[in-house]
């Protein structure tokens, strides 16, 4: 069973590196959680290395952009990941092919920069790149059948550069990428993921961590932070690391999160995902 602790100060020099996740446990896309940047600050000051882990499909240039812009100081981190950057390898690999529909929003065509490739449209694509929805803001997974159907029967593979399934954005939670590529999945496309769980963004994450450090970090002195079950914590799980689950996030609500989970509800919920964190706790603090 999960050990439910109130502050990372418990657990945290065990630790020479921190993975972080970013939206629901550092901050909600609008503003940083203070108790979280103060958390993190101390195991800063005590020598740690805080990495940023993340499924946003930016690369990691526009992420720290975004972080500025929120109020995220750049000094509380030693560096980032996204899921953008592992996305960004395997399209410039030609694995999708030359000619791309791209799906997602204005917002995301930094992805594109600098890698030798055509967005076309998707009767003319080789290939899908999906980052997210057109509008996050009013439309679901279900407006994009006739898309999905018209590419099945083309046979177009979908690369997804967010494997979330869902995020909350200030206080109304929205879909992401990973929503379209189940629904994809579902009607019979193949979709390939290369944010967490998967082990693509950890292999670049622990590059920057030997990079940072001047050496190679054992797995039993990193642990993995964030409020995805299904992302942070069992992307933490399949690389032998221990987690932390932060449980006012996305599972608030299932997990009776206030101010901290209630133990029955966490039980309940860590048993019906058939995962279970090394620690857990409402929000980082």
């Known amino acids: ?3 439910i602790i109130e502050n990372f100060a418990e657990i945290s020099a065990k630790y020479d590196a921190a993975l972080v996740d970013l939206w629901g446990c550092l901050h909600n896309g609008v503003k940083p959680f203070a108790a979280a940047v103060s958390a ?3 195991f800063r000051d005590k020598g740690g290395v805080v990495f940023l882990l993340t499924n946003s499909p930016r690369p990691s240039t526009s ?6 812009q929120i109020g995220v100081a750049r000094d509380l981190y030693k560096g ?3 899921s953008g950057d592992a996305a960004r390898t395997a399209l410039a690999s030609g694995a999708y092919g030359h000619n791309v529909f791209a799906l997602g929003p204005e917002r995301d065509l930094t992805f594109y920069e600098g890698i030798d490739v055509n967005r076309v449209p998707l009767n003319q694509a080789e290939g899908i790149v999906c980052t997210g929805l057109f509008d996050d803001t009013t439309e679901t997974p279900d407006d994009y059948r006739a898309i999905f159907l018209e590419a099945k029967n083309n046979g177009l593979k979908m690369l997804c550069a967010n494997p979330d399934v869902m995020v909350d954005r200030g206080d109304k939670r929205i879909y992401c990428a990973g929503a379209l590529g189940q629904a994809y999945t579902e009607m019979g496309g193949e979709v390939h993921y290369f944010g967490k769980p998967h082990p693509p963004i950890y292999d670049l994450a622990y590059q920057h961590l030997i990079d940072i450090s001047g ?3 054992a797995p039993k002195k990193i642990i993995g932070i964030g409020d995805g079950i299904y992302t942070d914590i069992q992307g933490a799980i399949g690389e032998n690391i221990d987690s932390l689950f932060i449980t006012g996030g996305l599972a608030a609500e299932a997990t009776a999160t206030d101010g901290q989970p209630d133990a029955g509800a966490l039980k309940q919920f860590l048993a019906k995902a058939q995962l279970t964190p090394t620690y857990s706790m409402g929000h980082l603090r």
């Open 215 to 217: 050496r190679e970090i």
């Open 63 to 68: 992420v720290y952009q975004q972080l500025d």
């Open 40 to 42: 993190l600050e101390t």
């Open 80 to 82: 980032c990941a996204s």
């Open 1 to 3: 069973m999960t050990q």
